[in-house]
């Protein structure tokens, strides 16, 4: 790994934690809405980025969570094994917009991750939560889908890093 993929990905790391920070309340719960998922999106234009967004996560739950050891294991496994199914889907899928629908899709399939976890630490109603937290997920990278490609046309993601 080179310097400028290191940096890049200690970039999108600090940009990952600056974002939940910023929508702490709103992140952590049964219907999540963490505006920094968008960044789950850069995977689509090099895989590259799959540390600096796994680092993001795991520092974003490891200072804000309030369940930390709980996310420390289900909220990081959900950003590995989504990403990593978008990363081996991306060999089959060349469409930017297409694999951004995926990894949309896959990322809020997985929520079932998240609403394991709450259903363990909260006794939260697992489907309840699953729907909820999935919806959340949906919402936040849907709306990420056009902002993603729009500011890849402006700055090209896949070169920077």
Partial sequence: ???RTIVGNGI???LYIAVSAVIQPFGFTNVQFRISEM????IVFNRNYFYGIVLGVFLTNLFFSP?????LVFGV???VISLLITIAASRYIKNVIGLMVLNTAVFTFNMYIIAFELKLAFNLPFFFTWLTTAAGELVVLA???PIMYALNKRVNMGKLI
């Fill in 12 to 14: 999108v790391a600090a």
């Fill in 1 to 3: 790994m080179n310097i």
């Fill in 67 to 71: 369940i930390v050891a709980y996310d």
């Fill in 77 to 79: 496994a959900h950003s």
């Fill in 143 to 145: 709306v990420g889908i």
């Fill in 39 to 42: 960044f789950n999106h850069l």
